[in-house]
Each structure stands twice: as structure tokens, then as C-alpha cells.
């Protein structure tokens, strides 16, 4: 196996661990066993989001990126969309 492959596979396992993670809270929160969850120190928010972004949604819940200071990595709150919010 090459660097470059070696690479994109180390890169694929962060992001399907990431995924797991935060589909896990969506679960969570969507099943009504908390009103909210915080998963901190994600490395690759923006292609995670973009992946659990429509589940998230179809069952009224919403992520929302809590940036670091240097936004190398990044806490996602996972909670139940508001009215207010899904009326929007």
C-alpha cells in the first residue's frame, strides 16, 4: 500500500467514526432519551454534516458546529428542532 492510499484510508476511517458518532446523538435525540448531545473534537465536521445533515433533518433534528478558537477541530450540539426553527 502506497502513502497516498495509506492516506485516504486513514481519512475514510476518521470520517465513518465521525459519522457513527454524530448519527449516534441524532439517534439519541430523536428518540426523545435526551433533549440535546455534544460530541467534541471532530476533525472533519463540514463532510459529516453533509452525510448526516438529511437524517438529521427528516427526524426534526438540528446539528449545529461550536467552532474552535483555531477550527482545526470541532464540538457539534445535536438537538430537537424548535418551531420556531422548522417553520423557517
Excluded: H, K, Q
Amino acid at each position: 500500500m502506497n502513502d497516498a492510499s495509506a492516506g485516504r484510508t486513514d481519512i475514510e476511517a476518521v470520517i465513518d467514526r465521525e459519522v457513527d458518532l454524530v448519527m449516534s446523538a441524532v439517534n439519541l435525540v430523536a428518540s426523545g432519551a435526551a433533549p440535546s448531545a455534544t460530541i467534541g473534537g471532530l476533525r472533519l465536521l463540514d463532510v459529516v454534516l453533509e452525510i448526516v445533515r438529511p437524517r438529521a433533518g427528516s427526524v426534526s433534528v438540528t446539528l449545529e458546529p461550536l467552532w474552535g478558537p483555531d477550527e482545526t477541530v470541532t464540538d457539534v450540539r445535536v438537538r430537537r428542532a424548535s418551531a420556531e426553527s422548522s417553520s423557517t
